[in-house]
């Protein structure tokens, strides 16, 4: 299982950008998937998840301008930013817990992106 993020990119403060990841490889289901975002020298934080349900949950610092959702047609997950602001700078990565068919049977696994860069210049 393999998954690509991308979107991100250099905006001004004010500015919105949609980041997108999308999973490929042996899936045999999509489960939880979610959006993490690493400061310079911190550990990675939850910004937001969705459930194979759509429920949706988010950090208290992102609410309202971060808006997560999924395809799973396109087994994709996606995360729209509004209203950058220079410390939504970071590193932001995607994570999707999958099912897939092993000679073992099911195995249920989480995965993370490679990560995309967000810069928000003031």
């Known amino acids: 299982v393999q998954l690509q993020a991308s979107g991100g990119g250099l905006v001004q403060a004010g500015g919105s950008l949609r980041l997108s990841c999308e999973a490929s490889?042996?899936?045999?289901?999509?489960?939880?998937m979610g959006w993490y975002r690493q400061f310079p020298g911190k550990e990675r934080e939850l910004v937001a998840s969705i459930t194979s349900g759509g429920n949706t949950d988010y950090a208290d610092s992102v609410k309202v301008r971060f808006i997560v959702s999924r395809d799973d047609a396109k087994r994709s997950v996606y995360l729209q930013i509004n209203n950058l602001k220079p410390e939504d700078t970071a590193l932001y990565y995607c994570k999707v817990d999958i099912t897939s068919i092993q000679r073992v049977g099911l195995v249920q696994q989480q995965y993370w992106g490679q990560g995309t860069v967000v810069t928000v210049s003031s």
């Open positions: 490889g042996n899936i045999f289901r999509i489960n939880d």
